[in-house]
């Protein structure tokens, strides 16, 4: 074994192979002996295609070359497509309309063109039409109206009948067996859906019109997620009434808890679709539930409530399915990737069907997380997962600790999981370490916890994220004078606002599509995250002191340490003009900083070269303000005011400009 400088080392999980191994998978649908689900392709300029594994055990395309399979609704979209009898009914990302594919046809137009947004179809295969969410973009209203439709699937290209309206957002549109009932999940402003939902009920006419509908159980500060029917029509859904996200049952007019456990049995419905239980036959249920931040299966007896752990170590993702004897599911744990696979229900044995990346990692590069809890503010507890440097050819040199990464991720409301992650490997097997924090407000941990972040965004994550890597410095885990945060999106917000309102901690940064200006976000941001501030800052207007004050852009002053930024022009998330900004600041602070803007990508980059860019080139801005020089990382594009600091640098790559103040280019 070699010595070598943390952060020197040579690896084979390089960029390329981050990007390769960066399929998504998910939205596992079954029909009889068929699987059905959902790639996205970062090779293929991030399209996302419908798969099928036949009975027979081949496997192929359904959704033809140059389709895009992704909704629009709430703009994370999710539940694109759904499948009866061998069709396919999904939603074009281009135009955002609704499409037929039948077996061995081409895709026919179920709606018009115009400016409406479709998902979370269902079948209502006694009525012949799709009942879905829309949302519809065409009027002047200040914003979208979101609605639950109906699409008649006799005619050609018709306009879709409004059933239900009258909320700000609906999702999970579900007809009971024998279709005689629709229950429906619908919210208003300023709740999201992890903070205030309705579960609501309607009988079904033989027309398809609903008869008088009834909200049976949630509200404000009750959150329901994934109503679904049992085989023999009785009304499931998850809830975190009791604090904790449990599955009950609707018996007559009465809510009966099916198990009450300090677990979460939900999670919190960025993308529409997400699904954490299903049937087994009549009375199990195969269900994904977390403890402490770690996902298992369980399966529960309905009757009893009896839970039973399954014999595997997959953690599943947000999508789950199964028949009476096999669960399907995309899962992964922390050695392999995510899998669409098929689980033995009473073996516990895992068929793998396809794999996220089959590019396989000596196991000797990778690093195993490690859960650690660490005190944090107001003497709470706060958790992570802490990944070593790890590489069977190399240890540091005499003395010398690792640089530490520490991971802010999105949401806010989301959560790190213990799942393979290469692109955490792509950083421990160079020398880094990795602390993947779940800061106060992360899911997973229950409702209190959850809220912790609530009026306090930018307080108690920073906290937590700076708890968190004082305490590994102080466990001797890592060097102080190399700290570094770096995180996307809400996580992007949070690396920017522990650089500026703790300066002493953090060495360097980088923020992928960050929130620089919460009072630009709060104006600019799309319908579903438009009043999410309200929740984790404060109203707006009434507190735009609070989100003044709470704005790294206007505090950049503070900042002491170098930055990068990396952002999709396109986003409607969080605009480009956040960005800008924020590395305008810095350079007038004379702070090394660069800003690379990806043309095509919009809010999380999908295409393979975007990925690659973007990891070479944060490698290649650490070592240049740390003063090491990574292994195999050319100079790829500029870094402003890094002379006198560390020295000059330049860079370029695919599709990505340099903005500087004065010019563009790479």
């Known amino acids: 074994m070699t010595a070598a400088a943390f952060g020197t080392w040579t690896s084979p999980v390089t960029a390329p192979v981050v990007a390769a191994g960066a399929l998504r998978l998910g939205s596992v649908v079954l029909e009889g002996d068929d699987i059905y689900w959902l790639e996205g392709r970062p090779e293929e300029a991030g399209r996302n295609v419908v798969v099928k594994r036949s009975a027979d055990g081949s496997t192929a395309d359904v959704t033809p070359p140059g389709s895009n399979v992704r909704s629009r609704v709430h703009e994370y979209g999710g539940a694109a497509y759904t499948v009866s009898h061998g069709t396919v009914y999904y939603s074009e990302f281009g135009d955002q309309r609704l499409y037929r594919l039948r077996p061995g046809g081409v895709p026919e137009a179920l709606t018009p063109a115009g400016n409406w947004f479709y998902a979370d179809a269902q079948v209502d295969g006694k009525r012949d039409r799709l009942v879905c969410v829309r949302e519809d973009h065409s009027s002047r209203a200040p914003e979208a109206v979101t609605t639950l439709v109906s699409l008649p699937l006799s005619a050609g290209p018709a306009p879709a009948d409004v059933i239900v309206a009258g909320h700000d957002f609906y999702s999970t549109p579900r007809f ?108 199990r249920i195969l269900a994904a539930c977390a403890e402490r931040g770690l996902w298992r299966l369980v399966l529960i007896d309905a009757v009893s409530g009896a839970t039973t752990r399954l014999p595997t170590d997959l953690e599943p993702t947000d999508t789950i399915a199964a028949t009476r004897t096999h669960g399907v599911l995309v899962a992964g744990s922390p050695s392999s990737p995510d899998t669409v696979v098929r689980v033995d229900l009473s073996t516990g044995g895992v068929e793998a069907i396809r794999a996220a990346s089959t590019l396989g990692v000596k196991p000797g590069f990778l690093s195993a997380p490690v859960v650690i809890e660490f005190p944090t503010d107001g003497g709470l507890t706060a958790y992570l997962f802490y990944y070593a440097p790890q590489s069977p050819e ?113 060495r360097a940064g980088a923020s992928y599509y960050g929130v620089a200006d919460l009072e630009l976000l709060a104006r600019e941001t799309h319908k579903f995250e438009s009043r999410y501030l309200e929740g984790l800052i404060g ?44 590395r305008e600041a810095a350079h007038r602070r004379g702070l090394p900083v660069a800003l690379v803007v990806y043309e095509g990508e919009q809010h999380g980059f999908r295409r393979a070269d975007t990925i690659v860019h973007c990891l070479e080139a944060e490698l290649f801005f650490y070592g240049a303000v740390f003063g090491f020089t990574p292994a195999g990382i050319r100079p790829v594009f500029q870094i402003e005011n890094l002379d006198g600091w560390k020295g000059a640098a330049r860079i370029g790559g695919p599709r990505a400009s340099q903005e500087s103040e004065g010019r563009s280019g790479g």
């Open 176 to 283: 009971s067996p024998d279709g005689s009932r629709l229950c429906w999940v619908a919210w208003r402003h300023p709740q999201m859906p992890w903070d205030g939902t309705e579960l609501w009920v309607a009988e079904v006419a033989p027309n398809g019109s609903l008869g008088t509908a009834a909200c049976v159980a949630g509200g404000p500060t009750e959150s329901i997620f994934q109503p679904g029917w049992s085989p023999d029509g009785e009304l499931f859904f998850t809830s975190d009434r009791s604090g904790w996200w449990n599955l009950y049952r609707l018996r007559g007019n009465r809510i009966e808890p099916v198990c009450s456990l300090a677990a979460e049995f939900g999670r919190p419905l960025w993308t529409l679709g997400t699904a954490t239980w299903a049937f087994v036959g009549n009375s």
């Open 394 to 506: 190399f240890a540091g040199t005499p003395g010398e600790k690792p640089p530490l990464i520490v991971v802010s991720h999105g949401g806010p409301t989301a959560a790190a999981h213990s799942r393979l992650n290469l692109e955490i490997q792509y950083w421990t097997s160079r020398g880094f370490a990795v602390a993947d924090v779940n800061y106060g407000g992360s899911s997973g941990y229950g409702r209190a916890y959850r809220e912790r972040l609530r009026g306090q965004w930018g307080i108690v994550d920073v906290a937590d994220c700076v708890n968190g890597a004082n305490y590994l410095v102080a466990a001797g885990k890592a060097d102080a004078n190399r700290l570094i945060i770096r995180g996307r999106s809400a996580g992007g917000y949070t690396t920017l606002a522990a650089l500026v309102f703790r300066p002493d901690v953090f």
């Open 539 to 582: 109203a707006y207007p009434e507190a735009r002191s609070l989100y003044y004050d709470r704005s790294p852009v206007h505090f950049v002053d503070r900042l002491s340490c170098p930055i990068i930024l990396f952002q999709g022009a396109e986003d409607q998330v969080v605009p480009p003009g956040q960005a800008r900004l924020m």
